[in-house]
């Protein structure tokens, strides 16, 4: 994990097959009114995965033990997909520690959308520029990432890990901003919408013409994404 700057904590996870650097680009703005901490989930970039098991409920747990290590009790959370399943657990686990939380392009069950991409994904069949990318991220090298492929298709056959429904969304009490691509090609729009009106105090940030990584595609969005969660934070939006 990394830290920057001082201020509130604010704990900044990334998607499956990715690692902490997708936040670079937002660490200089974020880190001048917060402290940023930036983490590898398990098994990625240079976390250790000795159980060569992944599932969000444990990566929850993860962050719960690191936030306990530097002595943190309460925090604020962006999550972007399996970061974002990471957070909604750790909201259900323990509803006083997040006091709020980004969701982007993230997910209460996995539909069969995405079921169906991951299914087709091999090792083997990975595109070079995907594969240059994977190198660069992770430190292992190919055995590492292999686990992390094998982990990633595992979702195919699990439903316990992600099963969040709207009674169960509705114990989160932490005020939630939901960002969501409407051409999310693994998570369609109405599973944003269904978090919207099952978590008591969130917003919902409907973004056209996104796909799943709607935050960082475009410099301006870049520029938009970074002043609209800032303002979120502030509690300007409270009511």
Do not use: C
């Not at 509130?8 to 680009?25: A, K």
């Not at 200089?28 to 599932?55: A, P, Q, W």
């Not at 509803?95 to 709020?100: D, K, L, P, S, V």
């Not at 973004?207 to 520029?223: I, K, S, T, Y």
């Amino acid at each position: 994990y990394e830290v920057h700057g001082e201020g509130e904590p604010l704990v900044m996870l990334h998607g499956f097959t990715l690692n902490h650097t997708i936040w670079d680009q937002f660490v200089e703005d974020f880190s001048e009114n917060f402290k940023v901490i930036l983490v590898d989930l398990r098994g990625h970039g240079k976390s250790t995965n000795s159980s060569s098991i992944f599932t969000h409920k444990e990566s929850a747990k993860d962050i719960y033990g690191l936030m306990d290590t530097l002595q943190i009790d309460t925090f604020k959370g962006v999550g972007f997909s399996s970061g974002g399943m990471a957070l909604t657990h750790m909201a259900t686990m323990d509803t006083t520690r997040i006091e709020a939380m980004v969701l982007i392009g993230s997910t209460s069950f996995f539909p069969e959308p995405a079921r169906e991409i991951l299914t087709s994904i091999d090792f083997e069949t990975i595109n070079k520029d995907w594969m240059n990318r994977l190198k660069q991220d992770h430190i292992g090298g190919e055995p590492q990432i292999r686990n992390i492929i094998t982990q990633w298709k595992s979702v195919t056959n699990s439903y316990d890990d992600m099963n969040f429904t709207p009674p169960y969304l509705s114990t989160i009490k932490a005020q939630t901003l939901i960002i969501h691509g409407d051409r999310d090609p693994f998570f369609p729009v109405d599973i944003a919408t269904t978090s919207y009106n099952s978590i008591p105090n969130s917003y919902l940030w409907i973004v056209p013409n996104f796909g799943h990584r709607a935050f960082d595609n475009v410099p301006l969005w870049a520029d938009t994404f970074t002043n609209v969660v800032t303002q979120f934070f502030s509690g300007e939006w409270s009511d």
